[in-house]
């Protein structure tokens, strides 16, 4: 497999507060890849760097000269005095041409069934709508790989069901691999090819995991996904277990 995405040995602090320590991950093509981690580990720490935001201390981002990639940040970035579609246009317009946009914008309203709000302002639509046209945003500029943070937190569990159903759709129709940040081992193992676990701060890679079940097919039933979840759970708790919560 190629790597879309690598990076290799990240370290980052913030004055005194060491946030990430030595950090490697890489996403191949034809995978969708979560980095799971408890708040405050250093997860959108990490995805500002992949995106090119903010400069790690040490250590490299390696990206495929071929690829394009789209973003979707924690909380819509939507132009509120612009249409929806006049907020795909503004995104398109480095990376095609008119024609070129109209034509992948039809392609991907329809499988989004996002037809009917194209004309709408972003204040007219409800928080979960607003996330997934912030999704729909990034894949106007026909990326290869979509890296999200934290794309499904602040959604109902209805709202979280139906964006899982359309990243998982557009993943296999389009073509378009996912790097995604999350805190939710649900959300990663009913998602994700594999899944990394981030440590606590100073954030490092503690476990890689690998799920072989087709991910359409998937459910919390089924044993590998339900012995993940645990399993990361128990990571989890061993993590805090010295925490003073008092």
Do not use: C
Not at 127 to 147: D, F, W, Y
Request: a neutral charge; glycine letters at 4%.
């Amino acid at each position: 497999m190629n790597n879309l995405l690598k990076v290799k040995n990240i370290n980052k602090s913030y004055g005194d507060l060491k946030v990430l320590q030595d950090v490697s991950l890489k996403i191949n093509k034809g995978e969708i890849v979560t980095l799971l981690g408890p708040s405050g580990s250093g997860k959108t720490t990490l995805f500002k760097i992949a995106a090119g935001l903010i400069k790690q201390d040490e250590g490299e981002v390696i990206v495929d000269k071929s690829s394009r990639i789209g973003y979707v940040f924690q909380e819509p970035r939507l132009l509120p005095w612009r249409k929806i579609k006049e907020n795909f246009n503004f995104v398109q317009r480095n990376f095609m041409s008119k024609e070129q946009a109209k034509k992948l914008m039809a392609e991907l309203l329809k499988l989004t069934n996002l037809e009917n709000i194209i004309d709408s302002y972003p204040e007219k639509l409800s928080g979960g709508m607003k996330q997934r046209v912030e999704i729909l945003k990034a894949l106007s500029i026909n990326p290869n790989l979509l890296i999200m943070d934290e794309p499904l937190k602040s959604v109902d569990t209805q709202t979280e069901v139906n964006l899982r159903k359309m990243l998982l759709n557009i993943h296999t129709k389009k073509n378009i691999d996912i790097f995604m940040i999350t805190h939710d081992p649900e959300e990663a193992a009913l998602l994700s090819d594999r899944i990394y676990v981030l440590s606590d701060r100073p954030g490092k890679i503690v476990k890689e995991f690998k799920i072989d079940k087709d991910k359409e097919d998937r459910t919390l039933k089924d044993d590998q996904v339900y012995d993940t979840i645990n399993e990361i759970i128990d990571i989890f708790m061993e993590l805090v277990k010295d925490y003073n919560w008092v």
